[in-house]
């Protein structure tokens, strides 16, 4: 949706998987090409593992990815991965980060563990999360994922189903990352509507101590990470 700077996306964790991507990974280290900046890992359940065995299923690829990770990110925010988003609830989260941090506790170097939350979360909702993460010793919360309400699109907008991003979702996102930033002292990761240095400071001024974007990137091109930096700075 272009006029508006936007995407609706279903795609669905749609990739080989964890061992495929640690192939590449891999593959990728053998030839010199690995980035020497800190990389991230996120993490999500396939569409075919039953949501009972959902825990299962992260702790599996945290096990497979977890030499590549500098840090992981547990995305339980995903619209279009059935039955995903029921994992931000309290006792499947804590069921979830229980076995996920155990997992990393045991792994030979531990790694920074960090939840993704939907922007359709409740602030009742955000706050068990973030008791949640207190208890089970995240390294910071990113906030958000895609909406599924898509009220902020145009009347004239095709309707589409799936998870809306990009400018329409700006507005929320922040607003998620100050509440989050006035009630916790970890982290921020703020991702939603960033496009230009503006919107990146705006997420800054609102508490994220770091800064992602990814709709903005699809319009803007290879130069809109480079430009915002020189903007911001
Ligand atoms: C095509 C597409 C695929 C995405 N896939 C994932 C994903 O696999 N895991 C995830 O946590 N978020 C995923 N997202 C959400 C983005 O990471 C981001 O949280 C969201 O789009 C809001 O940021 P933006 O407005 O900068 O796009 C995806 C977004 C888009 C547009």
Redesign the pocket.
């Known amino acids: 949706m272009p006029q508006a700077r936007a995407?609706i996306?279903r795609?669905g964790?749609n990739n080989g998987g964890a061992a495929a991507a640690a192939a590449r990974f891999d593959a990728l280290r053998a030839a010199g090409r690995w980035p020497s900046i800190p990389v991230g890992i996120?993490l999500?359940k396939s569409k075919i593992t039953p949501l009972e065995r959902a825990t299962e299923d992260y702790v599996d690829s945290l096990g497979k990815l977890h030499a590549h990770g500098d840090y992981f990110?547990l995305?339980v925010?995903?619209p279009n991965t059935p039955g995903l988003r029921t994992l931000q609830g309290r006792d499947e989260l804590d069921a979830l980060l229980r076995a996920v941090q155990a997992k990393n506790r045991a792994l030979p170097s531990p790694r920074p563990m960090l939840v993704?939350i939907a922007p359709d979360l409740g602030f009742a909702q955000i706050e068990e999360v973030l008791e949640l993460a207190g208890q089970h010793g995240l390294a910071g919360i990113v906030a958000?994922?895609?909406t599924i309400d898509h009220t902020s699109l145009p009347p004239d907008a095709p309707k589409e189903t799936g998870?809306l991003?990009?400018g329409p979702?700006r507005a929320r996102a922040t607003e998620i990352v100050r509440f989050l930033a006035e009630r916790m002292p970890l982290p921020i990761i703020a991702?939603?509507?960033?496009a230009d240095a503006a919107s990146a400071q705006e997420k800054l001024d609102a508490g994220a101590a770091l800064v992602?974007?990814?709709?903005?990137f699809v319009y803007g091109g290879p130069t809109t990470v480079p430009e915002i930096c020189r903007g911001l700075r």
């Open positions: 995407l996306n795609l964790f996120n999500g990110v995305n925010s995903s993704k958000t994922n895609t998870g991003s990009g979702l991702v939603g509507g960033v992602q974007l990814y709709t903005g």
